[in-house]
């Protein structure tokens, strides 16, 4: 059927639309993906896994965190494909609520006291879902709201995204604060399946920001004028190749964020430090807090300066700040720990975290994007689920060897720094042209019609 071709200019007021949908939506998805970090590293050890070998207990517990980072490649080849064909709106709802519904089944799930294996197993099938869901999420918010802002602000606007992210973490982290201070019966027996089972109100108002959103110009535009690409993933290998296995290395990145937000909270809680549960999970807090606050402006500064320094800020500095954070843990010094926690999350990951959206999204054409940000992301985001996992096993049978974390971590965050050294500048280049070898070149023809 013929579609009138848009025009490519965003309708008034679209942009803070999709910007809005983006964080509000972004922010329900991840509450609901990190309060499982949380019950991974304080809860699930003790009621799903082997109490009798806390060490295990742990270790397994934490490979669970980590499943749902192996299922999100899976996810994304899937969703970014439909999100191609089909639209980007399309993929915001669905996710929404796939992470609402397998969220509000970890909460109903039975212990290993009274199913047992089968309790595990059901644990990991519903993380599955919960990566699944978490795969098409930021790729598809990402897309619309790139796709959405005006010229010499997609830094700014695509930022939405991941402050939402942030914002997910700290509502996760304070509504778990309460419930890691309950008597540890109640912890166990009913109180940590309170945050899960909040999450069909998360997926009920999710579902109401999203459904009127539009789709976005550039994507309208594309399938009335030229028609969707038949196979995104044929036309990103043959054309983009080199653009994703970037976006996989830049991704790795992310292990800041799980080492801090699930290992470190572990040890610090750990016998061998012996900090409080409440204090730690109020370090993550403030953490997000000022990157709600810093990641849109690293974001506009990029706008202002390119991509690549400020990424390149976040990636390098976090290295060396990460050191000293779980260094400051290793001492059991409350002022270090809250402050060098800020200082490496809030602010310094916080320039690599919110210049990625635009960074990556502006790597590909409209054609092609929801699926080289999907698929390039969450394999790299695979590995840093499971470098908590790793992280784990480096810190030795006690736990306690903090420095090698450290600089398996700092290991990490070297792929993104070549990533990119070796990417294209593209703050400045037109959104129609984003993702072509040269502005002006012709895209290729290999389509179909709408």
């Known amino acids: 059927m013929s579609v009138p071709a848009p025009s490519s200019d965003a309708p008034p007021g679209q942009p803070k639309k999709a910007a809005t949908a983006a964080w509000i939506g972004s922010a329900l998805e991840y509450y609901d993906f990190f309060i499982y970090g949380s019950a991974a590293a304080l809860i699930f050890p003790e009621i799903f896994f082997d109490e009798s ?7 397994l517990s934490l490979a669970t965190f980590g499943v749902a980072y192996a299922a999100r490649p899976v ?16 993929i915001m709802v669905f996710t929404l609520l796939l992470m609402g519904l397998s969220t509000f089944l970890i909460g109903c799930l039975p212990t290993r006291d009274q199913v047992g294996t089968l309790a595990p197993v059901l644990l990991v099938l519903c993380r599955v879902l919960q990566g699944i869901s ?64 909040l999450s069909v109100a998360v997926a009920v108002v999710g579902w109401f920001i999203r459904r ?29 190749w080199a653009d994703v296995l970037r976006v996989i290395g830049g991704a790795l990145i992310a292990s800041v964020s799980t080492i801090f937000t699930v290992w470190a909270l572990a040890y610090a809680t750990s016998d061998s430090v012996g900090m409080s549960r409440t204090a730690m999970l109020w370090v993550g807090a403030l953490a997000n807090v000022v990157a709600l606050a810093a990641i849109p402006l690293w974001a506009t500064l990029s706008d202002r300066i390119g991509r690549r320094p ?19 843990i290793s001492t059991g010094s409350y002022a270090l720990t809250f402050l060098l926690g800020i200082v490496c999350f809030g602010v310094v990951y916080s320039a690599a975290n919110g210049v990625w959206p635009a960074f990556y999204g502006e790597m590909f054409t409209t054609r092609v994007r929801l699926s080289g940000v ?36 700092a290991a990490l965050c070297v792929p993104p ?27 290729h023809q290999e389509r179909v019609t709408a």
């Open 53 to 59: 070998d806390p060490a295990t207990a742990t270790l």
């Open 75 to 90: 996810g994304a080849f899937f969703l970014g494909h439909v999100g191609d064909r089909l639209g980007r709106k399309k």
């Open 134 to 197: 978490a795969a098409g999420e930021q790729a598809s918010a990402n897309s619309m709201t790139l796709e959405h802002a005006p010229p010499g602000r997609r830094g700014f606007f695509t930022s939405f995204t991941l402050s939402g992210t942030q914002g997910g973490q700290l509502l996760a982290t304070l509504v778990f604060i309460p419930v890691a201070a309950l008597p540890e019966e109640q912890l166990l027996s009913w109180g940590w399946r309170v945050p899960f089972w």
């Open 212 to 240: 009127n959103l539009d789709e976005t110009p550039a994507f309208a535009q594309q399938a009335a004028s030229e028609g969707v690409v038949r196979l995104p993933l044929v036309v990103l290998v043959r054309e983009h």
């Open 310 to 328: 400020v990424y390149l800020i976040g990636a390098v500095g976090s290295a060396v700040t990460m050191f000293l954070y779980l260094w400051a």
């Open 374 to 409: 999907a698929i390039g992301t969450q394999i790299g985001f695979a590995v840093a689920g499971f470098a908590v996992t790793f992280a784990a096993r480096i810190a030795g049978p006690d736990g306690a060897d903090w420095s090698a974390v450290a600089l398996f971590t």
């Open 417 to 443: 720094v070549i990533a990119a050294l070796t990417a294209r500048e593209t703050h400045k280049v037109p959104t129609e042209h984003l993702g072509e070898r040269t502005p002006g070149e012709p895209a």
